[in-house]
T-cell receptor, first 111, second 111 residues
Framework: DAGVIQSPRHEVTEMGQEVTLRCKPISGHDYLFWYRQTMMRGLELLIYFNNNVPIDDSGMPEDRFSAKMPNASFSTLKIQPSEPRDSAVYFC?????????FGPGTRLTVT | GEDVEQSLFLSVREGDSSVINCTYTDSSSTYLYWYKQEPGAGLQLLTYIFSNMDMKQDQRLTVLLNKKDKHLSLRIADTQTGDSAIYFCAFSRNAGNMLTFGGGTRLMVKP
């Protein structure tokens, strides 16, 4: 099993641009999570899905952030427009039962 | 997270045992986890314990849970330089559900 796959691994963009982060969960997993990690705030849960349906998006910082899961094998996190304070490592994770597995993350830098 | 507390840093010598501690406030925690994060990588699930257990051992790793004191610990026997990483404790209330993470403990292993 390839594990959780995220792309791109690194993204550098200018303020105001749209950024799309992608995630392919582990096959058979029914939960998908998006996290953000920064030095200042640690690891924050942004949103999670169960069977492709968003369950809790209370961690999404503001309307500039949106996430979709059109099918069981793909999810996106979009930031539009991006701002320098969005710079962080964004992780996708998927789980089945009580084991949650993380992807390698996307390091986003907004200049 | 403010519901889960960990010390920031631990330094040990190679071959010694390491004990990483975590305290939590939510008594309804059902699953308690330990994750390892190496530089530039995602979080790796090391082990977890169900709340009706006091101890779990997995090779060099021993997890101890004191529900009365809401204290979780991870003991690494015969610590190696490859164990140097940040260790996160986390808990969830339901299988597959969202995790609440501590701030992480950076373990440094000196040769």
């Amino acid at each position: 099993d390839a594990g959780v796959i995220q792309s791109p691994r690194h993204e550098v963009t200018e303020m105001g641009q749209e950024v799309t982060l992608r995630c392919k969960p582990i096959s058979g997993h029914d939960y998908l999570f998006w996290y953000r990690q920064t030095m200042m705030r640690g690891l924050e849960l942004l949103i999670y899905f169960n069977n492709n349906v968003p369950i809790d998006d209370s961690g999404m910082p503001e309307d500039r952030f949106s996430a979709k899961m059109p099918n069981a094998s793909f999810s996106t996190l979009k930031i539009q427009p991006s701002e320098p304070r969005d710079s962080a490592v964004y992780f996708c994770a998927s789980s089945v039962k009580n084991e949650q597995y993380f992807g390698p993350g996307t390091r986003l830098t907004v200049t | 997270g403010e519901d889960v507390e960990q010390s920031l840093f631990l330094s040990v010598r190679e071959g010694d045992s390491s004990v990483i501690n975590c305290t939590y406030t939510d008594s309804s925690s059902t699953y308690l986890y330990w994750y390892k994060q190496e530089p530039g990588a995602g979080l790796q699930l090391l082990t977890y314990i169900f709340s009706n257990m006091d101890m779990k051992q997995d090779q060099r790793l021993t997890v101890l849970l004191n529900k009365k004191d809401k204290h979780l610990s991870l003991r690494i026997a015969d610590t190696q330089t490859g164990d140097s990483a940040i260790y996160f404790c986390a808990f969830s209330r339901n299988a597959g559900n969202m995790l609440t993470f501590g701030g992480g403990t950076r373990l440094m292993v000196k040769p």
